[in-house]
């Protein structure tokens, strides 16, 4: 396989995570009675750009025929971050009535809802009908397509460039990286801003989060590799921000090759601090697969020591990574009783391959467990905080990245 970036035949794997189903096939009732698709995990590294990506498999495009949608707008913590984002962006480039936002994967309209408010022209781009619908209902227009060059090319064409461009967490989930940075290009005006969001590939190495790999997010990127990509678009990084959001992750801001802006003195620290930790060199990626092993290893001992002790262990968060992690440690509900989630849109569902039943937040009130497996790690305090009940019985907060820890 070649780079998705560079071209270059890739020949090192970062993370060879076996076979999974994809993280969002959540089973209904009928489905557990059907065969159930899995597909190879593994994650390879660039030696000449520094891209960690997935690996190409075969019929890639049936992972995206899942009728399940996350709602971003369930996330009491993300509602927050994208309020605040809104409001530094108005006031950072003196966003009037005469501009114009673009969000591209604008979900339910969580973000946008905030510059509309403040009476401010936007546009979502957003390709799942659900979510697109919840955006329209709440007054914000909504294409409903996939972003990329001819998208972006075809809102240049028709005068409808932004002042503002923002895709959160979306970036690292293109499957052709390069052409939607040709998008982004296009879609611009002279003098705009681009902003992304995704998490920082230092601080999934450093904390061993192996567990945030799963098909659908097909780049793992660091500062070093996303200025190469807007380079070769004709577009450059002129600021970073280190944000705490999904384990640690990094906003870049974008603008034209030739802008006047100058580059901030945080992106050359950014670049210094990659290359100090090891991102531009092989081994350190060698080394991953040992210490992923090492988080699974912890967890499962530790299901196998309560079980052997009586004692009644559940996980809280349906999340992509909660079936990444059950997934390569084998995890069925022997081990691992149930999952609650306050989606109803899951509940009543079985998580893909481990098939452990997800069930309400009220469930732990009736089954009381001993340990609860706090499996989105990232929203540990908000999950403890809203279910400080299981505290009464003496129940226990668990998480395993990047190592065990009780709450
Ligand atoms: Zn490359």
Known sequence: MKCRHCGTLLSHTFCDLGFAPPSNAYLSTEDLVRPEKYYPLKIRVCDQCWLVQTEDYAQVNELFCNEYAYFSSTSTGWLAHAAQYAQTMISQLGLTKASRVIEVASNDGYLLKNFISSGIPCVGIEPTASTAEAAEKIGIPVLREFFGESLGKRLMAQGNQADLITGNNVYAHVPDINDFTRGLKAALKPGGVITLEFPHLMRLIEQTQFDTVYHE????????????????????????????????SLRVFGCHAGDTRETTPAVDAMLLKETEVGLRTITTYHGFQMRAN????????FLIEQKRAGKKVAAYGAAAKGNTLLNYAGVKPDLLSFVCDAAVSKQGKFMPGSHIPILTPQAMLEHRPDFVVILPWNLSEEVIKVNSFVLDWGGKFVTFVPELRIH
């Open 217 to 248: 997010h097909f780049s793992y990127l660091s500062l070093h590799t996303v200025g190469r990509i807007f380079r070769a678009a004709d577009l450059r990084v002129f600021d970073v921000l280190e944000l705490p959001t999904h384990g640690g």
């Open 294 to 301: 090492r988080v699974k290893d912890e967890l499962l001992s």
